[in-house]
């Protein structure tokens, strides 16, 4: 079946660098990709939904300058965290469908702890 | 807003117990309803849906039944294996059609541990 490849699983970082976690659809076109966050023992929170080739749409709170989401391809989106600081540690998990399909299909997320 | 609320784990059980998470919603309209769940180390997979009031979904034993009038989307298995062994999450997705389907709203998610 379908599967989205999210890169890496891990990542600790130092506070004030940057964060580039990428997510793939591989075996599908995914014309939209949604990007979620969650907190210890809470829900996943949907940061923003993208579509290929335009700007993303970021959920109310979200920065949109801290997260950076890009969408180039049909089988690529990214989401950078900039300049991250240890508030920003979360799990974050992207989702990605293809549109015509009514089936969605998660990332395996990403830990991201900022020291 | 919509929101999602479930019973809060972890759950601990023993092998062919009984389970049964509960999942109440609030939402405006009629939302679709859907079960999550996340093995150790994977994506999140579709466990089962349903896309109108009484209908119910079930996959792999599991069964949840849409009830619009306690807005409640209780996950049940009869006899769970070590294998079920996962964290399983409640969602809502307000509108079915277009680029809109995926935007989920997830309860807190319960972790399941069965022993053998």
């Known amino acids: 079946g379908a599967v989205v490849s999210q890169h890496p699983s891990r990542v600790i970082c130092k506070s004030g660098t940057s964060v580039k976690i990428e997510c793939r659809s591989l075996d599908f076109q995914a014309t939209t990709m949604f990007w979620y966050r969650q907190f210890p023992k809470q829900s996943l929170m949907l940061m923003a939904t993208s579509n290929e080739g335009s700007k993303a749409t970021y959920e109310q709170g979200v920065e949109k300058d801290k997260f950076l989401i890009n969408h180039a391809s049909l089988t690529l989106s990214t989401l950078t965290v900039t300049s991250a600081h240890p508030e920003d540690s979360s799990f974050y998990i992207c989702?990605?469908?293809?549109?015509?399909?009514?089936?969605?299909?998660f990332g395996s997320g990403t830990q991201l702890s900022v020291l | 807003g919509n929101s999602v609320t479930q019973m809060e784990g972890p759950v601990t059980l023993s092998e062919e117990a009984f389970l049964t998470i509960n999942c109440t919603y609030t939402a405006t309209g009629y939302p679709s309803l859907f079960w999550y769940v996340q093995y150790p180390g994977e994506g999140l997979q579709l466990l089962l849906k349903a896309t109108k009031a009484d209908d119910k979904g079930s996959n792999k034993g599991f069964e949840a039944t849409y009830r619009k009038e306690t807005t409640s989307f209780h996950l049940e298995k009869g006899s769970v294996q070590v294998s079920d062994s996962a964290v399983y999450f409640c969602a809502l997705s307000g509108w079915t059609g277009g680029t809109s389907y995926g935007k989920l709203t997830f309860g807190q998610g319960t972790i399941l541990t069965v022993h053998p």
């Open positions: 989702s990605a469908t293809g549109g015509s399909s009514e089936k969605l299909f």
